[in-house]
């Protein structure tokens, strides 16, 4: 159901556990309870310049940080931390992972395996230098993953566990004599024992059949257990029908940890719905792993324990021992009658009864699994972390459970670049993180199948730019691999690469990469997007209901996903169990107020069964209550004749229609029966999104309040990274509200610079401000809205203009400012009523330079896998090409620099500037004029105003581009690589840069 060779990611700080969060809300959802541990999140901090300019070392990005296991030297640890502080990352998470080692016996895991003295070692050497740097230190709770303890083996009781089964065909009237059906499947290396749960007989029923499932009678099945006379069992099929002989089998999955064996005696997955399994895995770290000064470095790094997504292996169905009790405790029905419509043969269904029984029976069936997993797994680990002051962060997703409760459980819970399919996943796990009071939204970032050593840091920009807006606010990226392992080739030990004889996934960043010695402009880059995405509290505009809680599925909502988002809405998705918290109630017409204060919810068919209108008695009455306490809420679908998802108990269909014919009936509740109808159904209720703006757009948007202002982070992307056609360029106004009062003006907060920049065209009624966004592919902007002066840029409450004939009015040193890019006579109207004509000189057409000189640092293999060794490259250009089509370069790999000279005319006046528009360049760059750095440049928009560095006569500009390694690689490592095209990196523009004329108000 998931790739299983791309694992990733960590986020290592703590979340700000809301104070009104209670202990029955504890118990009800594990949110934190008084005294569990806590740690300020960025929405403690006063937005100022500087909180924006100069963000902490608590919201920067972090590596995954891939180790040979224990293989490691504590001197390499320590630089490797001084490297990623250096580059102003904020933290890493410590991985074994080694997919890339062929022959694991050169890892010598008898004495450096995961959990070995020297791993150990080297886990405090991380955090010794990371509490000097000023990082954190994530670990996670087993070698690779899923979580597996070294020592358990397949038949303990704390292993994973799968219920398989064996068949019979039998006709009808005929005898069957013999052992007892053994399991279609053999069971994995290591696994010697299985436990006989229960033998059943049921009659084949047509009708009942699908395309790949068999039909049966669920009035049929008939238990035959007690008919078993050791391991033999004889029985005679009733004459009429066909009918078929079932045995289930409970034994161990016999599931390692991927790409092992990484310890020694080797490690097994715990089972993960059981008591059981936790406590083998926190018992092997008290017992063998917390040393006294171990516990002591915990303390004080602040760091997290991280669990990746749930990814158990079964040839049958994923079972733990006390599942028949459990299924029987929430349900008041047995489950053995219901087996044949559960098993399931290498992740398909086998059998199936009446199709809404069968719907009814999974469902009940996945529920259970889902409270046994976040009862036993994911809030035992949680409370266990905080008793060494520790958080959890994890990926709750990989089996069917309800992965928005468990956002709601966990400190930190995360997503991934990779498996999520659209930004609706994302959504599914924001909605958790919001209702419980939590902070951080994680995501696994920048896994590329086949990318090792070619993604560029455009490709990973672009895909964190959606999940931004979607609710993710930190970064971990995948990855940072440590130096040195067996067999590895140069550049280095890289966890993923190779991969079963190709590039693998990307990435190992760090020092071995050219684009390293920009790496502080990205991380500066993230960390001002973090900063502001952790202020304050989210809001949202619609709350989706949710029957089942699945994520990672790419199944979004309807009306909203398709058609709301581009109209600006915004959306997070809540399922039943996050209506038991604190936070689930309505006051001023908003659900949640102290947090995302959804405007309306939004109820439709469970996608996940077919659609079909369903709700939970229990959930149906909470809705009613919100309704009736002034929530507008839309229904879409047949919910008049509603279902419940599971198996009904007597009279319980008709207790819930009626009920949700009381909740039809309020004048703020609308149902509607097509989904084009729900935008229409959420005007007549009065409601309107924070953002908007004329049509629909590529436009994505983020939304948090502090005390302070109203921050809109703004991205012109896409839903999925495989959606078609490209985003286009926007340039369109939009519409913001502001919550906090009438007093403000409207800011610009460019991430990259860290330039905070009062805005200086925009229009205002009552508390919406509408303003231009012009954005590129994949770039984001953030506006602030927040009392004058806030930012400290010296402008106030100064007037601003409502419109202008230039390109463009803005706020200088010199106050409001109108430019444009041609001499002529403007007319702006200012807010205060006054029109303003400004006569602006003439200006030079745009340059484009003829010439270039091109030094280039060619990167070649050293002496070792680690080292680097350059050859010095000096070109004349006459035009600009990519590298591969320069015959010099075509292999090339590494930094290059482009210099050129520029001659501006002698009317050249102090009231010129000029933008400098690199065109296409790839990969990281930085540009310097006249010897003086403008500061780091959107990526995504290349365009650079270097204004105040030009002067008449010649001036030099240098742009410094730096490439991935894959060209080089192509030659040095053709095995691994060499089946790739050569990429085009390097300068290749046009460049222009393009004059403005400028003058004060």
Not at 888 to 915: I, Q
């Amino acid at each position: 159901m998931y790739e299983t060779v791309s694992q990733r990611g960590g986020m290592s700080r703590r979340t700000v556990l809301a104070a009104a969060v209670t202990v029955g809300a504890a118990a009800a959802l594990g949110a934190a309870a008084p005294g569990a541990v806590a740690r300020p999140g960025a929405g403690g901090a006063k937005p100022t310049a500087d909180w924006f300019a100069a963000p902490g070392r608590s919201v920067r990005p972090k590596f995954r940080w891939w180790w040979p296991d224990g293989l490691v030297d504590t001197d390499e640890i320590a630089r490797e931390i001084d490297q990623i502080a250096d580059a102003g990352f904020g933290g890493v998470e410590i991985a074994a992972v080694h997919h890339s080692i062929k022959d694991k016996s050169l890892l010598d895991t008898a004495r450096h395996g995961w959990g070995s003295g020297p791993w150990r070692d080297g886990v405090e050497a991380a955090l010794r230098r990371a509490a000097r740097r000023g990082l954190s230190v994530d670990i996670t709770l087993g070698p690779s993953w899923p979580v597996a303890v070294p020592g358990v083996t397949p038949d303990d009781g704390a292993a994973a566990k799968e219920l398989v089964h064996g068949r019979v065909a039998l006709a009808g009237g005929a005898t069957y004599s013999g052992p007892v059906p053994p399991p279609v499947h053999e069971a994995a290396p290591g696994v010697t024992r299985a436990r006989l749960v229960a033998v059943q007989a049921a009659r084949v029923a047509t009708a009942n059949s699908t395309r790949k499932e068999t039909g049966l009678d669920p009035d049929s099945v008939r238990d035959l257990t007690a008919a078993v006379t050791g391991s033999t069992l004889t029985w005679t099929a009733p004459a009429e029908g066909e009918w078929v002989l079932l045995s289930y089998w409970q034994r161990g999955s016999g599931q390692q940890p991927e790409s092992g064996p990484h310890s020694a005696p080797a490690a097994y997955v715990v089972d993960h719905l059981s008591r059981a399994g936790t406590t083998a895995v926190t018992d092997y770290w008290e017992s063998r792993i917390l040393t006294d000064s171990l516990r002591r470095l915990l303390e004080v790094a602040g760091g997290a324990f991280f669990e990746d997504s749930v990814e158990l292996e079964t040839e049958g169905l994923v079972w733990t021992e006390r599942l028949p009790e459990e299924f029987e405790k929430r349900t008041g029905r047995p489950l053995l009658p219901h087996l044949p419509a559960l098993i399931l043969d290498d992740s398909n269904q086998v059998f199936a009864f009446e199709a809404q029984l069968t719907r009814q029976i999974r469902h009940d069936f996945w529920a259970t699994v889902s409270d046994l997993f976040n009862r036993h797994h994911t809030r035992a680990l949680r409370d266990w972390a905080h008793t060494l002051d520790m958080t959890l962060r994890a990926q709750p997703y990989g089996l069917q459970t309800d992965a928005i409760e468990s956002a709601a459980i966990l400190d930190i819970a995360e997503g991934e670049s990779l498996g999520f399919k659209n930004l609706d996943d994302y959504r599914c796990l924001a909605g958790g993180r919001d209702m419980a009071g939590h902070t951080v939204l994680s995501c696994e970032s920048g896994a590329y199948n086949g990318s090792a050593y070619s993604t560029t840091w455009d490709r990973v920009l672009r895909t964190m730019g959606g999940a931004y807006a979607a609710g993710v606010n930190q970064t971990v990226l995948h990855g940072f691999s440590y130096a040195k392992a067996p067999e590895a080739q140069w550049p280095g030990f890289a966890a993923f690469s190779p991969y079963n004889g190709s590039p693998g996934y990307g990435e190992s960043w760090g020092p071995r990469q050219p684009t390293w010695r920009h790496a502080e402009d990205i991380s500066g880059y993230l960390g001002r997007v973090h900063q502001v995405l952790q202020a304050g509290t989210v809001r949202a505009d619609v709350a989706v209901f949710r029957q089942t809680g699945y994520t990672a599925t790419g199944i979004g909502a309807s009306w909203f996903t398709s058609t709301g988002v581009p109209l600006g809405w915004t959306h997070q998705f809540i399922s039943g169990p996050l209506l038991d918290l604190p936070n689930a109630r309505v006051a001023g017409g908003r659900l949640a107020p102290d947090g995302p204060a959804y405007k309306a919810l939004f109820v439709e068919g469970d996608f996940f069964h077919g659609s079909t209108p369903t709700l939970a008695l229990a959930d149906a009455r909470k809705l009613l209550r919100f309704a009736e306490d002034g929530l507008p809420t839309v229904l879409l679908g047949s919910f008049d004749q509603a279902l419940t998802p599971g198996v009904p108990a007597p009279g319980e269909t008709g207790s819930l229609r009626e009920v949700l014919a009381r909740l039809l009936a309020l004048p703020n509740v609308v149902r509607v029966t097509e989904k084009t109808a729900v935008g229409e159904a959420l005007t007549a209720l009065g409601v309107t999104p924070d953002v908007r703006h004329a049509s629909a757009s590529t436009l994505l948007n983020a939304h948090r309040v502090t005390r302070e202002a109203d921050f809109y982070y703004l991205c012109n992307g896409k839903h999925a990274e495989t959606v078609k056609p490209p985003v286009a360029a926007i340039d369109h106004d939009v519409t913001l509200r502001c919550t906090r009062g009438r007093a403000f003006v409207p800011y610009l907060l460019d991430p990259w610079t860290g330039r905070a920049e009062r805005v200086g065209a925009y229009t205002r009624e009552g508390d919406e401000v509408t303003l231009r966004v012009a954005l590129r592919p994949g770039q984001t902007t953030i506006v602030a809205l927040g009392r004058p002066g806030l930012f400290g840029n010296g402008h106030g409450d100064r007037p601003h203009a409502v419109a202008t004939d230039a390109d463009e009015v803005l706020f200088t040193r010199d106050g409001l400012t109108v430019r444009a890019g041609a001499a002529g006579t403007y007319r702006t109207r200012l807010s205060r009523g006054r029109t303003v004509t400004t006569v602006l000189p003439s200006v030079p057409a745009p340059i484009e330079p003829e010439r270039w000189h091109l030094e280039v640092e060619d990167w070649f293999p050293g002496p070792d896998v680690t080292r680097t060794e350059t050859v010095r490259r000096t070109l004349e250009l006459d035009a600009l090409l990519p590298w591969s089509r320069i015959p010099e370069l075509a292999d090339s790999a590494g930094v290059g620099r482009y210099r050129t000279t520029v001659v501006l005319p002698d009317d050249w006046t102090p009231s010129h500037g000029a933008h400098l528009d690199l065109g296409q360049v790839s990969d990281t760059f930085r540009v310097t004029v006249n010897g003086e750095d403008p500061g780091p440049a959107d990526r995504m928009c290349p365009v650079i105003d270097v204004g105040p560095l030009l002067r008449r006569g010649e001036n030099t500009v240098e742009i410094e581009v730096a490439t991935p390694l894959v060209n080089r690689l192509r030659t040095t490592r053709p095995q691994v690589f060499g089946n790739l095209a050569r990429q085009d990196h390097g300068l290749v523009g046009p460049v222009r840069l393009v004059p403005y004329a400028q003058a004060a108000l």
